[in-house]
DNA sequence: CGTATTGTTGATTGCAATCAATGAGAGTGG
DNA sequence: CCACTCTCATTGATTGCAATCAACAATACG
């Protein structure tokens, strides 16, 4: 796990290689480095936002370590996290000059940051990135389809069967792992309330899905056929 | 309304410039056209289907005229309708080899098909072009990203609000349009029942927010500051 | 050790879903 | 042309899932 990693990232929704963050100069033909817009290596504290909805576009971000919540607020303070970004995903491509959601790190992360008109330039003079920065685009596109069909159509169970299995998938090989983010968090996601996550977690627990450590953030998916059979 | 209109279109989500379309070949230096993919026109009666979940993504589409539902199904058949997408919208774009979602006419429709295979060369050769495909998708996701909000978090009366200023913006500039869609396309799109969105609209004639033609499909917006409250 | 934050559990409410019936057109065929 | 059917929309009665209100427990933190 790190920048030099040069393989592509499967796990994750938006599939981007590696090579194309840390070595995108070498992806161009005949091209001094020094003319390459470069990612550019920042860290944000727990809680820390990376940019608000409304601030001027100037950067797009690539996950190195840690996670990433985008999300939008109504008026009158009810929130929507749109996705948590791990590690390889990318985020803030937008099509205006302004941001349109917020984006706020989870816990410590780490990004790179790549100046956002410089995209143009990257794609032109390297189609194959620009294939890469589309699909990682459509990756994206498709997971907020699905996110669609959970908000509008599925049950508190279902809602969180879903999110366990994906997020066991992204953070871990294993059916055991440490969720990054805070029950409030999770609600947001899923359009649900605290109290309703916590009482069907523990439910879920009760019926021999899952495991919850005292702590509340570890988990462990005992039955993971049976949470399957909730996600669809 | 055609395939010689050269100007963007700005009341949709999604923005391509038609010339793309229908003059892709002409933006192409020292080229033939007969290399050249070219738009294929295709028309699709209410109701049938364009290609389902799990097709081959052999092609992509640009709708002419007609309202395109773009939905998703869980397997006891409760059904997400993601976006309705209408003239000059693009849809069936995919990251990988096969079609994520079904796409229907919601009444008679027209539009141009263009093989998936070719995005990839069209791109290499008209960057520019490849630049307004990229921003139509991050425009989509933009779309996707609101629509998110809206089913998470939303009430019944707020969810139709927000989708009434939708509609009357996209389909008409004035407060006076008809709806190209009947009522359970509404509430799998909003992520409610038929007739929840029924009483709703009955409740907003009564607060006299609109005006609701005996037929049901013709809408006025009568009170559309008081819909934009509702809205955010 | 005291305070703030986060998570769990309980009681109750309320919004939208479900179940059910009726009405209004549109299309069909006798 | 008119019954007949089918689809679509509206309205009413009731239920149920998740939200809200509330208290408390557990953990992190200064």
Redesign the pocket.
């Known amino acids: 796990m790190g920048p030099t990693m040069q393989t592509f990232s499967t796990t994750n929704g938006i599939r981007v290689p590696a090579a194309v963050a840390m070595r995108g100069a070498d992806n161009l033909p005949r091209r001094s480095p020094a003319n390459m817009p470069t990612g550019q290596r920042r860290h944000i504290a727990k809680?820390e936002e990376i940019f608000t909805e409304g601030d001027a576009a100037d950067y797009f971000y690539k996950v190195i370590s840690g996670t990433v919540r985008i999300c939008k607020l109504l008026s009158d303070g009810r929130r929507q996290i749109e996705a948590f970004h791990l590690h390889d995903d990318l985020f803030g491509l937008e099509s205006g000059r302004t941001h349109r959601f917020t984006a706020e790190a989870v816990d410590d992360v780490e990004v790179l940051a790549f100046r956002h008109g410089d995209l143009s330039t990257l794609v032109h003079e390297s189609p194959a990135l620009g294939d890469q920065i589309m699909t990682a685009t459509l990756a994206s596109l498709d997971r907020a389809h699905d996110h669609m069909v959970l908000l509008g159509r599925?049950?508190?169970?279902?809602?969180l069967a879903s999110f366990l299995l994906d997020m066991a998938g992204r953070l871990a090989q294993t059916d055991h792992f440490d969720?990054p983010?805070?029950?409030?968090?999770?609600?947001d996601h899923l359009?649900?309330?605290?109290?309703?996550?916590?009482?069907?977690?523990?439910q879920m627990?009760r019926d021999g899905l899952i495991k919850?450590a005292?702590?509340?953030?570890t988990i462990v998916l005992s039955d993971k056929a049976g949470l399957q059979k909730l996600n669809a």
Not at 191 to 202: Q, Y
Not at 214 to 217: I, N, P, Y
Request: charged letters at 25%.
């Open positions: 809680g599925k049950t508190a169970q279902e809602k969720l983010m805070q029950r409030a968090d999770i609600a359009g649900l309330t605290i109290e309703t996550v916590s009482r069907t977690l523990t627990t919850l005292a702590v509340g953030r």
